[in-house]
């Protein structure tokens, strides 16, 4: 089984488009942005997690 982590340059997908985590800005806050539009984002780690175990989430490269 693969392992992902939480960390700045992971490659998520979110809901079927792609984004890259840039960096945690504050305990518990993540800042990512679109890799094609470059639009940026904000999740908390439960709303990371959340989406993940609900599968609108997944982490390129661990993907079925």
Not at 41 to 53: F, G, L, Q
């Amino acid at each position: 089984m693969a392992k992902a982590y939480l960390r700045a340059n992971a490659e998520l997908v979110i809901g079927g488009e792609p984004h890259i985590i840039e960096r945690q800005c504050t305990d518990g806050i993540w800042a990512m942005r679109h890799k094609d539009t470059s639009r940026q984002r904000e999740m908390s780690t439960e709303e990371i997690y959340a989406a993940y175990v609900h599968g609108s989430l997944v982490f390129k490269g661990t993907e079925l």
